[in-house]
């Protein structure tokens, strides 16, 4: 048993020792590091905005309108969007958190709001030459129990009122859009 634990410590060591040779101190910073395409977050959709909505569901249309307040969080990684508005003729409060992750090299989504106890997630690209953020993402759908995927389109191709919206693919294989939300920096 003694030459077991001596074994084990040895191999414990060596392969740490392996382990931290391999790891690249300077990639790891340079991947948490906030960059351009951090700033970029900050720079289109920083501050306090009112938007209004437009939603179809159902062939219902609806509208709406609210406000964002949006600050960057965690060192400059993250945007924080903290809305509020009436949708489908609630109140309803929403928080999206949105970054880039520099190892994945895509824009990442995770969103909450008041109408669901699930969370969503996206991740997708800008294009520079549009100025657009098109991020994609699937989850459960809780009524239907079916797979939904969806897309989100960030339009800031117009500093002054960037569109969001909000696309649903159908079973033909297209999109229907079932939110479009106009903003307006306060």
Known sequence: MKNFKHFLLLFLLFAFTLNAQEYD?????????????????????????????????????????????????????????????????MNVKSVTIMGYDNALGKYTLIGLDELGTYYITAEGTYDQSTKVYTLDGTYEEPVLKRQQD???????????????????????????????????RN
Do not use: C
Not at 26 to 52: I, V
Not at 166 to 179: K, M, P, R, S
């Open 25 to 89: 101190m300077q990639e790891a910073m340079r991947l948490a590091a906030p960059n351009e395409n951090h700033l970029r977050l900050e720079t289109d959709f920083g501050g306090s905005w009112t938007y209004t909505m437009e939603s179809t569901m159902d062939g219902a249309a609806m509208e709406g309108s609210g406000t964002s307040s949006n600050n960057m969080i965690l060192g400059g990684r993250f945007i924080m969007f903290n809305a509020e508005g009436t949708m489908m003729g």
């Open 150 to 184: 969806y897309r989100f389109v960030f339009d800031v191709s117009n500093s002054v009122n960037p569109v969001v919206k909000v696309l649903f693919e159908n079973e033909q294989g297209g999109w229907d859009e079932i939110v479009s939300m106009t903003y307006s």
